[in-house]
């Protein structure tokens, strides 16, 4: 996983400027308030370039990001020293994995959003990010992520996906193409990106590549067995139940 966005980490913000962070970070505390009521401290895991972190930050949380890549991480800290320094003050980033950073701090929630836990291929890398969430929790805390659910992909199928999108100083064409590989569980996605600098008329070719694992409840209640206790599961960003239609998945279990 190392480094997996940095390839196209400057275009990442652009790509992603119609993800209603307010509204997914609003859903998200709306899961602690009805659990934990009065929690403060969120740890997340996978904090990309703080736009969930920010959010939550503004709603008066004091929130820790943490990622694996240097560049998202830049961005995320040029975003907070735009913001006025009470929200800035709540807000700090640094760099780790999922699988094995530990920040020696508790916190009330740790909470791993825009499928991160899908990014854990193997058994070993779901336990070891479960064991991170885990160790950072207070007892009673919560750890809120969301996920592929299988179902939902195996019956409606990944399918190529292409994105186009600009600002005032390039445009950005994406394609995404998807190979499905049943007997692993995963999704591979191909990422050709085309960005053109509207001044010079360059294009510049970049190319990544992403595997995914979509994730099934059974196993699920597997890796939280021991750990956590009551995990509830719905569609995610609605209180509906998961079925073969629910593509993303939301989870929220307690630390026992």
């Known amino acids: 996983m190392m480094g997996v966005f940095d390839a196209y980490a400057a275009y990442y913000d652009l790509l992603y400027r119609d993800k209603d962070y307010a509204a997914e970070a609003e859903y ?29 930050a503004q709603m008066g949380h004091v929130v820790h990001g943490v990622d694996l890549s240097e560049e998202m991480l830049s961005r995320a800290l040029l975003r907070k020293d735009a913001l006025p320094p009470e929200v800035a003050d709540r807000l700090s980033f640094s760099i780790g994995d999922a699988r094995t950073v530990r920040t020696t ?29 885990w160790s950072h929790l ?16 195996l019956t409606e199928k990944p399918e ?11 445009e950005v064409t994406r394609i995404a193409e998807p190979l499905l590989n049943a007997e692993e569980s995963t999704v591979q996605i191909d990422y050709t990106l085309f960005v053109k600098d509207k001044e010079t008329g360059r294009i510049e070719q970049t190319a990544e590549s992403h595997n995914l694992r ?14 956590f206790v009551a995990p509830k599961s719905f569609e995610w960003m609605t209180e509906y139940p998961l079925s073969e239609s629910t593509w993303s998945a939301f989870i929220c279990a307690t630390r026992s």
């Not at 207070?138 to 992909?153: C, E, H, I, K, Q």
């Not at 190529?160 to 390039?170: G, P, S």
């Open 28 to 56: 998200v505390i709306s899961h602690i308030r009805r659990n934990t009521p009065g929690a403060k401290r969120i740890l997340e895991l996978g904090c990309g370039t703080g736009g969930h972190a920010i959010h939550l």
């Open 214 to 227: 979509y994730l099934f409840l059974t196993e699920l209640q597997h890796y939280l067995a021991g750990r």
């Open 160 to 170: 190529v996906r292409i994105k186009r999108l600009e600002n005032e100083h390039i």
């Open 138 to 153: 207070r007892s009673g805390g919560l750890f809120l992520f969301d996920f592929w659910y299988g179902p939902a992909v």
């Open 105 to 133: 701090e508790t916190y009330d929630a740790v909470i791993s959003l825009f499928h991160v836990m899908s990014y854990q291929v193997s058994n070993a890398d779901l336990a070891a990010a479960f064991e991170t969430a």
